[in-house]
């Protein structure tokens, strides 16, 4: 995973890399997780796959909505992130397939309230994708 914080006066601000979008997603999404667990070290066991598809109208409302989409998961169905099996990014559509478990499994408190699109960007910088994500909590 390649990801790193950075400093934000009251929110939680990150950045991802990969030599693909698909994989900076991938590794936002492991950041995301790590926020939300407070535990970069926790280790969720894969028991239940899941389909995810989210649209947006660029690269950045396209990340923003597959980080989102974390959050509702957790909030709505009890699920956490153990990996990312697929992702696949085409015409400003992902589609993935995660893998998780419920989340009454783990003890963590999640202070994420929301996913914002204050300082976000996802670029292409030669031979790697880099995006960056502030997180409200």
């Given at each position: 995973?390649?990801?790193?914080?950075?400093?934000?006066?009251?929110?939680?601000?990150?950045?991802?890399?990969?030599?693909?979008?698909?994989?900076?997603?991938?590794?936002?999404a492991?950041?995301?997780?790590?926020?939300?667990?407070?535990?970069?070290?926790i280790?969720?066991?894969?028991?239940?796959?899941?389909k995810?598809?989210?649209?947006?109208?660029?690269?950045?409302?396209?990340?923003?909505n597959?980080?989102?989409?974390?959050?509702?998961?957790?909030?709505?169905?009890?699920?956490?992130?153990?990996?990312?099996?697929k992702?696949?990014?085409?015409?400003?559509?992902?589609?993935?397939?995660?893998?998780?478990?419920?989340a009454?499994?783990?003890?963590?408190?999640?202070?994420?309230?929301?996913?914002?699109?204050?300082?976000?960007?996802?670029?292409?910088?030669?031979?790697?994708?880099?995006?960056?994500?502030?997180?409200?909590?």
């Amino acid at each position: 995973m390649t990801y790193k914080f950075l400093e934000h006066t009251a929110d939680v601000k990150f950045r991802a890399e990969g030599k693909t979008i698909e994989r900076a997603f991938e590794n936002a999404a492991f950041a995301l997780r790590e926020v939300m667990t407070k535990n970069p070290k926790i280790k969720i066991k894969g028991k239940t796959k899941k389909k995810v598809k989210v649209k947006g109208k660029d690269n950045e409302a396209l990340l923003y909505n597959f980080l989102e989409e974390f959050l509702f998961l957790l909030d709505a169905k009890n699920f956490l992130l153990a990996k990312i099996n697929k992702i696949k990014i085409k015409d400003n559509k992902l589609e993935a397939e995660i893998v998780g478990d419920k989340a009454s499994n783990y003890k963590f408190s999640n202070d994420v309230k929301a996913v914002t699109y204050n300082e976000m960007y996802v670029k292409k910088e030669k031979n790697k994708y880099i995006v960056q994500v502030v997180l409200d909590v």
